[in-house]
């Protein structure tokens, strides 16, 4: 065999599970989410037996819900939560819709989501909450919002400091560690496992 074909072979090996990828139902609906082509995304999650909601992008790890989220489509975050969209699914780095919702601007997302059933102290990879990451960037509506939904305050990032602690720092956020430091403390669960 000539080594010309066997690069031929070999790349047609190495191209088929990405062409395949793009065939699949799960690339076609998180299109048809990217594009905003309602008919496509409403077909595709009213056939009997859909799991397709929460389908993973394979190379960010984003849902449906992650895609709407990050643009601030209040009809469409509200039609997947509807649709069994998973509020506390992850994406590749880590982040959950709530976190995206926060880091983004899109704070009028945060009842949506609570409401969904979003947990408002799952952290991402580095510990940071919605909380924290609210505090951080001085999002007094969101803060609210938050600990309305129960968030707490005193839970730690990797960096061993809370959302309180970031509000303290901040001479900027006078009014965020006035809704601290009208919350009561709260002790961060213990660590289940094993006992050394």
């Avoid at 031929?8 to 989410?33: C, H, M, R």
């Avoid at 056939?47 to 394979?58: E, F, H, L």
């Avoid at 609210?144 to 839970?155: G, H, I, K, S, V």
Wanted: hydrophobic share 40%; charged share 20%.
């Amino acid at each position: 065999m000539s080594l010309r074909r066997s690069l031929a072979i070999l790349a047609l090996l190495g191209a088929t599970p990405v062409a395949a990828q793009f065939q699949s139902d799960g690339y076609k609906f998180l299109q048809s989410v990217r594009d905003a082509k309602n008919n496509e995304v409403i077909t595709a999650l009213n056939k009997p037996g859909s799991q397709i909601v929460n389908t993973r992008d394979v190379t960010s790890g984003e849902t449906a819900l992650h895609i709407v989220v990050r643009r601030g489509d209040v009809p469409y975050t509200t039609f997947l939560l509807q649709k069994g969209a998973d509020p506390n699914i992850r994406d590749g780095r880590n982040n959950t819709p709530m976190l995206i919702a926060i880091e983004t601007g899109h704070s009028e997302l945060v009842p949506l989501l609570i409401a969904g059933r979003a947990n408002p102290n799952l952290p991402n990879a580095s510990g940071v909450t919605p909380l924290i990451l609210a505090t951080q960037l001085r999002n007094a509506e969101a803060v609210r919002l938050l600990m309305a939904a129960n968030a707490n305050p005193d839970q730690k990032d990797y960096n061993g400091l809370s959302a309180r602690d970031y509000a303290g720092r901040d001479t900027r956020a006078a009014a965020i560690a006035k809704l601290f430091a009208d919350a009561p403390r709260r002790a961060n669960p213990a660590v289940a496992g094993p006992r050394l």
